[in-house]
């Protein structure tokens, strides 16, 4: 699920936009402190950042500037000030994107879909994880945390993680996942996939979450719950 965080000081403006993106299967945080945005950004570590210009103590465009310093995260502004100079000047800074209000909803969530299929759909660069539920799974490190508790996977088992969850959902023929694990070096067959996925099941299943994550669908493949 990505994280998408508001930094928007109008509460009705900013409680419309959560409702919304939770609505359309995100997962949505708003600032608490604008003196300590920065902070609270790195505690969240969201996907995406809406960005309004006009905020309490610093503007949009110096916490666009303190962002970029950390991370390359999409960051869409969305204000009143509808100038061209304030346009170049949010994209020249590091935005992404920018919505003049008023907005439409189906507009905003539109750029939202837009922007994390261009930064997410073939890599995971900007925080090299993906993240399902309560799961992360740092790609690179082949590395599942679900709260204080991580486990380590195999090679196989995180090609298998990494393909269920981007297809989270629908179901992935066994077919496909043999494809993942099959490279130069050896031949996956049917015994290995089946072997690989119980493995990793039991691995998912020590960790303190009460969900049974990979369900079988007989005759197709598997599919994450």
């Avoid at 103590?57 to 100038?83: A, Q």
């Avoid at 023929?173 to 990793?200: G, H, P, Q, Y």
């Amino acid at each position: 699920m990505y994280k998408v965080l508001i930094i928007e000081d109008d509460e009705t403006i900013s409680s419309i936009m959560e409702e919304n993106l939770r609505k359309w299967g995100f997962s949505s945080f708003r600032i608490n402190d604008f003196r300590e945005v920065l902070t609270e950004y790195t505690a969240i570590q969201p996907h995406l950042v809406l960005m309004d210009i006009n905020l309490p103590f610093y503007d949009g465009f110096y916490w666009c500037t303190k962002i970029r310093e950390l991370s390359t995260v999409p960051i869409i502004f969305i204000s009143s000030r509808d100038t061209d100079a304030d346009k170049i000047r949010a994209i020249s800074q590091g935005g992404d994107d920018y919505i003049d209000k008023p907005f439409s909803i189906d507009l905003l969530i539109a750029k939202i879909q837009a922007t994390l299929r261009r930064t997410y759909s073939y890599s995971d660069q900007q925080l090299n994880v993906l993240q399902y539920d309560n799961l992360v799974f740092h790609i690179e490190k082949q590395v599942v945390f679900c709260g204080d508790s991580e486990i380590l996977l195999t090679k196989n088992e995180s090609r298998i993680l990494a393909v269920l969850i981007r297809n989270r959902g629908n179901v992935v023929s066994r077919t496909r996942l043999m494809k993942a694990l099959w490279d130069d070096e050896s031949f996956v067959d049917e015994n290995t996939l089946t072997v690989n996925v119980n493995r990793l099941r039991k691995k998912l299943a020590s960790l303190p979450s009460d969900d049974d994550f990979i369900k079988t669908v007989k005759g197709e493949g598997y599919r994450l719950l």
